[in-house]
């Protein structure tokens, strides 16, 4: 027999706060299928499948460097560069960040 009294707590979020979640991620993650983006941090070899190129900012966040053909990066182990580029909406087999196709790349000052 249902009770008139509220219902107990169970810890699980109710459907307001499910909706604005919901929202909250849908206008965290909308974007064009590309965009211009500018990133200064260390580039490195992801230790991950076939080793990405990876930027690492100062905050922690960290982007997969899809490379123009043609082009090879040799930098010192954790050189501080700055990346000009287009974050692509794909998903990469090596999970390790959102891919960011270089424009530019520069030694950071």
């Avoid at 965009?35 to 997969?64: C, H, N």
């Avoid at 182990?77 to 196709?101: F, H, I």
């Amino acid at each position: 027999m249902p009770s008139d009294g509220p219902a107990p707590e169970s810890g699980l979020p109710g459907a307001d706060e499910l909706r604005d979640h919901l929202q909250r991620t849908l206008e965290a993650t909308a974007r064009p299928r590309s965009y211009d983006l500018v990133v200064t941090g260390t580039v490195s070899r992801a230790d991950v499948e076939t080793g990405p190129l990876v930027i690492t900012d100062a905050d922690g966040a960290t982007w997969e460097l899809v490379l123009p053909d043609g082009w090879s990066v040799e930098a010192d182990p954790r050189a501080l560069v700055t990346v000009s580029g287009d974050l692509l909406d794909e998903v990469s087999s090596t999970q390790v960040g959102p891919r960011l196709r270089v424009r530019s790349l520069s030694r950071a000052d």
